[in-house]
């Protein structure tokens, strides 16, 4: 095999299979403002500061099937980053990392993965079309996200005086809905 180099590949849309046998690599430090849905979940008084980066790479890799198949592509995904959200014990900011590590198998089209799915302890995807891969990244650190954002002790103490009519009411924010569980309740 003659050395070629390493095409630019779209960041956008990489061809994943083409990635995963040339073993491509793609990394890079972005401002976090730069993902939209990510950035609306820092701090709303804050803002999101243009300091504040989020590291990720993407590296293709062609690996044998365990069940003695074909090889087929799979892209390790990696990110990291610090996001301020607000702790709903005192509502200060609190410096919440987010990291990501995950592998994903490709397959042909979305039909294969969803038929797969359901006996297959893999992460999925479909080659066509091709997936967004900035998308792709920000709904992972999105998954990372805790659901009660909290300091692990409080930077300000947390008054509760007896009488206070607060002590005893929960703080807890209010239960989230679960769409599946709703959707469960539909079809019966
Ligand atoms: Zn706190």
Redesign the pocket.
């Known amino acids: 095999m003659k050395p070629t180099p390493q095409p630019a590949w779209n960041a956008d849309r990489p061809d994943m299979r083409a990635f995963a046998q040339a073993a491509g690599l793609l990394k890079a430090d972005e401002a976090l403002a730069r993902f939209d849905r990510l950035a609306s979940e820092a701090l709303a008084h804050d803002g999101v500061s243009p300091d504040v980066q989020v590291h990720w790479q993407a590296q293709g890799e062609m690996r044998a099937s365990a069940t003695g198949g074909a090889p087929a592509p799979w892209l390790h995904l990696q990110a990291r980053t610090t996001i301020a959200l607000t702790?709903?014990?005192?509502?200060?900011p609190?410096q919440t990392p987010l990291s990501v590590d995950r592998w994903f198998r490709f397959v042909a089209d979305e039909a294969t993965a969803a038929a797969l799915d359901d006996d297959c302890e893999e992460d999925l995807l479909a080659l066509e079309p091709r997936p967004q891969l900035h998308e792709l990244l920000e709904d992972e650190l999105l998954m990372e996200l805790p659901l009660v954002p909290?300091?692990e002790?409080?930077?300000?103490p947390?008054v509760m005086q007896a009488g206070d009519p607060a002590l005893g009411a929960t703080s807890a924010p209010a239960e989230r809905r679960n769409p599946f569980a709703e959707l469960a309740k539909l079809k019966k």
Do not use: A, E, K, Y
């Open positions: 702790c709903q014990r005192c509502l200060g609190v909290m300091h002790v409080c930077p300000v947390v």
